[in-house]
């Protein structure tokens, strides 16, 4: 078992000869080829990253934005039963405010001129007296909004009419770019310059509470539960398990688990925010346990020897020492969990948040809808102004999101002890 | 520290890999000194020195491994045969087939036998045909003196073997591409005392066959295995000698200090 | 019924029970001190309090709770006991809709109702319900005051108020946890109950094994034979999921994962890991619009220039490449993870024989970290399936059995939520059909994530 089996010395490798040094140089280039091909694996996914984003601030952006009409409206001599003292909603309601506007337009514009008004300009004309009461004595020139196709036209290309009246208006001077204050301030519409996200935004928000309160502390007191008080039996075993399982099924299944038994089962007010919130808090407690548990885990146990060692009980232990320490860690997993119910849409398509609300909500009981949902139905619009309208919901939804997880970030990094 | 005079009186005649004037550096931190040393084939070499003195620093620089490391600078020169390792001429990839590493912990691959000791060959393309390999694998494991236990299961696991067993597999695998050197950094210590034995063993019928190093923090280990040994401290050759000398008539103070176990 | 001035006073009754307790207590305690014994009193006041609290609050909000369910069903047989309800129909469904109005007039959510029939009814709803709700309320009083007094009495120096409501607090930690089996048990339930009902009313086998899925005449009429095939359901769902997807996916999110881990700075990582994160957390909707409105034209205007025929503007090929990136994050961390945990020493031995880095990853890296990445490959195929808003939007709903990408298929996810819009008859089999594609959803996502699991646990064992 020696070298004695083979003492001539063998030949050393010539690393030398062709051979060797072709292949050597062969290895190296197989070498850069690999390290470019990860290289670009992570370039193409950023690029497409890049190309979402951008493509949707490029279309979204022009949302914000409105074409405006300058026209002339003689109030005193179109709506004569006004003066400033009887200003008020209804009087405003009986005083025809669509029909001035109409007239003021084909006056001003041409004939055919109110076509080239969007269908809500008289809102902003009754805004504008609302503001100002003594208008109704004076002709005033007013900025109103204009229809879908001229907007279209004035933004991007419409029809050979549409943009041959947006240069007629252009040349005139009385064509204006304004902001949307309407995409704000109201909800859902049948024309795109009237929509705005507010109804679904309020909706997100009332459901987004609603899942915060349920979820939150479920999950919470079960990560408590497993991590600090579970003894290692069955019962143990099936509960986190079912943990597992539940933060893998797809968001689907909850929606039709909320269809089944909170709607069918127990009768709650189809498309409100209680059910979605509902629905969506079974998806999120999960998350916040799973979150929970790592936090807890992460309290060195000394910390709970510490507490032990002068006479605290198993409870005060974890209330009063363990969760002051993790619980910047769930806070964290929380932030990050409510982050991916607020982008959910499939299940509130399930218990019924599909339908057309033209009013925000007005409590957690209310029809509503939620904003990745509307932006689901503006989708779906034939109308081409619903594409810069949708955008504009998109960008709006990302802010937000890279708000909570920028806050979900600076939390962690501020305040994650490492021990 | 340029070699002095009594010292390059005590370097081999017919040196495989040279250092001089060796510096390395992790970001700001320097680690080693300015070493001097001259390695050759018919001695097995050992550095000895207290733990964190940079044996196992220095090693790897035999053998370029600190260049996976992003902070680690090295300076000086570095010859094997005479052709300076840290040229840019030089093929990183030669170099480690020409000069093997054994490390502490065994780190057989998780393949089986037969695949960690082809490993090397398949990949210098070194075997013309499954013939050749299989001969390559059988001369390699027979040397590594673990052919007889192994050879009715080479198609097992080599994460299965004892620690004993894995480790002369590492050696077995380091042997497989022929190298002109084989470095080892503390190769013992994982081990039991039976698995040590037999790997002394070992390296006493490679010697010879190939310049070996040995870094160990067991004195004894060092007195038993090698002809030269080099006391390295603080990042520092303090003294290079023939072993014996080394253990019995320590020329420094230091080494004296740490022969007779004043510090560990 | 329970109006929310029950709950508040309950509460006030709770707060009460909680400040005179603690009094009581806090009186003890000084006379305890006072005798010289410096640990006379177990608990604090303060816990003694909450002990009289919990005793007062608890029995009444159970008892309510209990009787908020069961109440209207006992008012609905009191009214049918009326003389006015004997001229009620007798058939049981249109007695229930005259119920539930007559229940809306009366409770005054309705002002006025459709039925004539509900009419005589309402008087006697009303005046029941009143009979009800006092005796509910009550009954809920007497409660609170009788566990409340119980609880008074118990409270003494050495009662152990303390450890009574720590127990009540790990009894309500459990609850807590219960839920996470409540809810898998509810969906489990509930899908096999709707399921079964399903499958009464179609043959399983046809539904498994079916090749025509058109729900639609169905429910015109045509009857069930041949209408509910769900098998381009499930080729469309794996075409897209688990085909294209994956095939964008795992090259891009390997890569990537190796690029990062292996070759990339420290800087460079700090940035790219979290971009990738990033993809992961943009909503489904945003990717579903990204692909119908930019991928998807695009896409069938390519293949009709290279001269595809079928191209379609809602096409597999468009839903799959940008399902696939949604994807990228989940390969890419967990093989990121797979491969961090390799030992370095198993780099440093393979380096160390003079390999470059792409052969250590190819031959010793990889391989080493298998089991993990298939892992997470099983997961993101787990996750692909089970996507609805990126396939809704961007493929369509033509049960097609094809295997051209760039034609139209539809998929389990969207069959669900479309079965599921518009007007429901919730005994149709249109819409139990959902729910029996929802509960093979169900089953195989389980499957999937059961083995990914057992497959990574194996692997980290390895590696302990």
């Known amino acids: 078992m020696s070298a004695a089996t083979d003492a001539p010395r063998r030949n050393p490798t010539d690393w030398r000869s062709d051979v060797m040094q072709r292949r050597i140089a062969r290895r190296y280039a197989s070498e850069r080829m690999f390290k470019l091909a990860g290289l670009a694996a992570v370039l193409v996914s950023a690029g497409f990253l890049a190309f979402l984003l951008i493509s949707m601030l490029g279309a979204g952006l022009r949302g914000f934005t409105r074409t405006e009409i300058t026209v002339k409206i003689d109030l005193p001599a179109t709506a004569p039963g006004l003066t400033p003292a009887t200003v008020n909603a209804r009087s405003l309601i009986a005083a025809n405010l669509p029909g001035v506007v109409n007239d003021a337009a084909d006056e001003a514009l041409g004939p055919g001129g109110a076509a080239l008004l969007s269908p809500g300009a008289w809102l902003t004309l009754r805004d504008a007296i609302l503001d100002d009461p003594q208008m109704v004595t004076r002709v005033e020139t007013l900025r109103l909004p204009a229809s879908t196709e001229i907007d279209l036209a004035a933004k991007t290309g419409g029809s050979p009419e549409a943009e041959a009246s947006v240069e007629r208006l252009r040349k005139a001077g009385l064509l204006s770019t304004g902001f949307n204050s309407t995409f704000l301030t109201t909800s859902d519409g049948t024309d795109p310059t009237q929509v705005g996200i507010w109804g679904a935004f309020k909706g997100s928000l009332l459901t987004m509470v609603v899942t915060l309160l349920l979820s939150f502390p479920v999950g919470v007191a079960t990560a408590i539960y497993l991590e600090e008080y579970a003894r290692k039996n069955w019962l143990t075993d099936i509960i986190e398990v079912s943990i597992n399982n539940l933060a893998a099924v797809p968001s689907i299944i909850f929606g039709l688990l909320g269809l089944s038994i909170f709607l069918n089962l127990l009768h709650l007010p189809r498309s409100a925010a209680l059910v979605g919130g509902l629905t969506l808090a079974l998806m999120t407690m999960p998350v916040i346990v799973i979150a929970g548990r790592n936090a807890i885990k992460a309290v060195p146990p000394s910390i709970r020897d510490a507490a032990l060692g002068i006479g605290a009980s198993p409870v005060q232990v974890v209330f009063q020492h363990v969760l002051p320490l993790a619980l910047p860690g769930i806070l964290t997993g929380t932030i990050i969990g409510m982050a991916r119910a607020l982008g959910e849409t499939a299940p509130l398509l399930m218990i019924g948040m599909r339908a057309f609300i033209a009013t925000p909500p007005g409590g957690i009981t209310d029809p509503a809808t939620v904003l990745p949902v509307q932006i689901f139905l503006w989708s779906d619009e034939v109308s081409r102004g619903f594409v810069e309208k949708t955008s504009a919901a998109i960008i709006v939804l990302l802010v937000f999101l890279l708000a909570m997880n920028g806050l979900a970030i600076y939390l962690r990094n501020k305040f994650e002890k490492r021990w | 520290m340029a070699m002095t005079e009594e010292q390059a009186a005590l370097m081999p005649t017919n040196p495989k890999m040279t250092a001089r004037d060796v510096k390395v550096f992790y970001g700001p931190k320097q680690a080693i000194n300015g070493v001097s040393i001259d390695v050759d084939m018919d001695h097995v070499t050992a550095f000895i020195g207290p733990s964190g003195c940079g044996k196992s620093t220095f090693l790897r620089t035999l053998n370029r491994m600190n260049d996976t490391v992003a902070s680690a600078r090295v300076e000086g020169t570095i010859t094997l045969d005479g052709e300076d390792i840290y040229a840019s001429s030089m093929d990183v990839v030669q170099l480690r087939a020409r000069v093997g590493m054994v490390f502490q912990k065994p780190n057989p691959f998780p393949k089986s036998i037969y695949e960690n000791v082809a490993y090397g060959p398949r990949i210098h393309g070194l075997a013309g045909s499954k013939a050749d390999l299989d001969v390559i694998v059988e001369k390699s494991l027979r040397r590594a003196g673990l052919w007889d236990e192994v050879k009715d299961r ?89 072993t014996s000398e080394i253990f019995t008539n320590p020329r420094q103070e230091r080494t004296k200090d740490y022969i007779t176990g004043r510090y560990g | ?121 309402v008087e006697p709803y009303a005046r029941i319900t009143g009979q009800y709700d006092m005796a509910g309320m009550t009954l809920a009083l007497l409660l609170a005051f009788a566990g409340g007094a119980y609880a008074f009495t118990r409270v003494r120096t050495d009662f152990r108020a303390r450890t009574r409501v720590e127990r009540i607090v790990m009894a309500a930690l459990l609850l807590a946890s219960l839920l996470a089996i409540v809810t898998t048990l509810g969906i489990v339930l509930s899908l096999l109950w709707e399921s079964f009902r399903f499958f009464s009313m179609v043959n399983p086998i046809d539904f498994l094994f079916g090749t025509k899925w058109s729900p639609q005449a169905a429910a015109q009429g045509y009857g069930t034979k041949d209408a509910f095939g769900a098998v381009p359901l499930f080729w469309g769902t794996i075409f897209i999921g688990a085909i294209i997807a994956m095939a964008v996916a795992i090259p891009l999110g390997l890569m990537s994962a190796i690029y990062l881990t292996q070759y990339a700075s420290a800087r460079v990582r700090k940035w790219m890991k979290p971009m990738l994160e990033v993809l992961a957390g943009v909503p489904t909707v945003v990717y579903g619009y990204f692909a119908a409105l930019t991928i998807a034209p695009a896409l069938r205007d390519f293949a009709v220039a290279i001269g595809i025929s079928g191209a379609s503007s809602e096409s597999a090929l468009a839903a799959g490449l940008v399902m696939g990136v949604m994807i990228i994050p989940f390969v890419s961390s967990m093989a990121d993870d797979s491969i961090n945990s390799v030992p370095q020493s198993m780099r440093d031995g393979s380096l160390a024989m003079g390999a470059t880095t792409s052969e250590t990853i190819r031959r010793v890296l990889i391989p080493a970290a298998l089991p993990g990445v298939v892992g997470g490959v099983l997961l993101a195929v787990s996750r692909a399936i089970g996507e609805t808003m990126i396939v809704v939007m961007a493929a369509g709903l033509a049960a097609n059995l094809t295997a051209n990408p760039f034609a139209s298929v539809t998929t389990v996810t969207t069959q669900i939520v479309q079965l599921l819009t518009g007007d429901q008859e919730f005994d149709s089999a249109k819409t139990l059909a959902a729910f029996a594609l929802g509960l093979v959803l169900f089953v195989v996502t389980l499957l999937l994530n059961i083995v990914a699991l057992r497959v990574v646990k194996a692997y980290r064992e390895a590696y302990e």
């Open chain 2, 154 to 242: 080479l198609s097992d696991s080599g994460t299965a073997l004892s620690g004993g067993q894995q480790q002369r597999l590492c050696i077995g695998r380091a042997i497989a591409v022929e190298p002109e050197v084989i470095l080892m950094d503390e190769p013992c210590s994982a081990l039991d005392p039976i698995a040590t034995a037999r790997i002394e063993e070992l390296i006493h019928e490679l010697r010879g066959r190939y310049a070996i190093v040995i870094v160990t923090h067991n004195m004894q280990q060092a007195a038993r295995v090698s002809q030269r040994t080099a006391f390295f401290h603080l990042g520092e050759l303090v003294e290079y000698g023939v």
């Open chain 3, 1 to 121: 019924m329970i109006g929310p001035a029950l709950l508040l006073l309950l509460a006030g009754l709770g707060a009460i029970a909680w400040v005179s307790a603690r009094m009581r207590a806090m009186r003890l305690q000084a006379a305890a001190r006072a005798s010289g014994r410096r640990d006379a009193m177990h608990s604090l006041p303060g816990y003694h309090g909450w002990y009289v609290a919990l005793w007062t609050v608890l029995p009444a909000a159970i008892f309510l709770t209990v009787w908020a369910n069961v109440a209207p069903g006992m008012i609905s047989r009191s009214v049918l006991e009326e003389p006015a309800a004997r001229t009620l129909p007798a058939d049981e469904f249109s007695r229930a809709a005259i119920l539930s109005e007559a229940r809306a007039i009366a409770t005054g959510k309705l002002a006025a109702g459709f039925q004539p029939l509900s009419q005589p009814l």
